[in-house]
């Protein structure tokens, strides 16, 4: 069995972790760093006479997609190796182009094969504010949710809380003028902070009721398989709003956690109906003992929480790329 995973050079111990575990099953792995494409790896698709041929060349091997039986889809990071001497009027379209050209070449090779997972579910699953309508329906519970660039809207749901939290919807990431990076966590505001919040017209957020923690979980679900870590976030003055500002500490105490039956169906249901085969899913535990759900992320890190479980994410992934364990999804046959 061949095995393609899409992700970049730079990605996280996790698909080492994964790869090693293919390899042990007798998988064959090609790793396609994203970021050397277009400028050190080249694709090339032929359609002709009713047949296809897509060829992926790096260091004069080539490749023929054909041969794989299944995609992890990981991560992008197309066009990075771009050099900025090229000029932006040029550098942003060649980008555009290399990223359509690609997500082309995935989409018609993936009629009949198995991706884990398609780009169209992956971006239809995150969309925040259709995964809160699809949690509550299927009976989670979740936070009073704002979504809005108003802040005459922002004040007045704020008023009806005794706190509220800010988070951004899809960037965790901003830059400066001196293009330095900082991380967008989640923020508590008591209403009176949120009088002035001009800018906020020029980029929605979400604004939720803060919802008191005893934990907090990350649960990754692979297929059928779930695994819940439970993170003390509660411990850590400094992680209290968004376990994340303390994590290189709350990492260590984080440990596995069963959830209950029923919140475990109701995820498992919420994973059918978005078609994934992964995904990282973010839970509150209130001291009253009622689990909240949050959101998902469908490409969501898992490389910390699989230490946790002694690499047994690695090995469910794994065996859901081969075949080994139930798939979502399951490829039409159109031939």
Not at 147 to 173: D, G, L, W
Not at 182 to 210: A, C, N, R
Not at 318 to 331: C, D, E, F
Request: include cysteine; proline fraction near 4%.
């Amino acid at each position: 069995m061949e095995v393609l995973i899409v992700t970049y050079s730079n990605d996280d111990q996790g698909i080492d972790h994964v790869t090693e575990a293919l390899q042990r099953k007798g998988t064959n792995v090609y790793r396609f760093n994203t970021n050397y494409y277009p400028t050190q790896i080249q694709l090339a698709s032929h359609y002709i006479n009713n047949t296809e041929q897509v060829k992926i060349i790096s260091e004069d091997v080539t490749h023929d997609l054909a041969k794989f039986d299944a995609v992890w889809y990981r991560r992008i990071r197309i066009g990075q190796e771009i050099p900025d001497d090229m000029g932006e009027e040029y550098k942003v379209p060649a980008i555009e182009e290399s990223k359509n050209t690609f997500q082309g070449t995935l989409a018609s090779w993936g009629i009949g094969k198995f991706v884990l997972d398609s780009v169209a579910d992956i971006r239809r699953a995150d969309n925040k504010q259709l995964q809160l309508k699809v949690a509550n329906r299927l009976g989670l519970r979740i936070p009073a949710t704002l979504v809005t660039n108003s802040a005459e809207e922002v004040k007045a749901f704020a008023r009806k809380y005794p706190a509220v939290i800010s988070k951004m919807q899809y960037s965790f990431h901003i830059y400066d003028e001196n293009d330095e990076v900082y991380q967008v966590f989640t923020q508590k505001w008591q209403p009176g902070e949120l009088e002035d919040i001009s800018g906020l017209e020029y980029s929605p957020m979400i604004f939720q009721e803060y919802v008191e923690k005893e934990f907090e979980f990350r649960v990754v679900i692979i297929g059928d398989q779930i695994f819940c870590g439970k993170i003390p976030s509660q411990n850590s003055e400094e992680g209290k709003s968004d376990w994340r500002k303390d994590g290189d500490n709350l990492i260590d105490d984080i440990e596995p956690y069963e959830l209950p039956a029923s919140i475990k169906l109701k995820l498992l249901h919420f994973m059918d109906y978005f078609g994934l085969n992964y995904g990282a899913i973010d839970l509150i535990k209130t001291p009253e003992g009622k689990f909240v759900f949050l959101e998902i992320n469908p490409v969501g890190e898992f490389s910390w929480l699989d230490q946790a479980f002694k690499l047994q994410i690695s090995e469910a992934i794994a065996n859901v790329l081969m075949g080994r364990a139930r798939r979502r999804n399951s490829p039409l046959n159109l031939y």
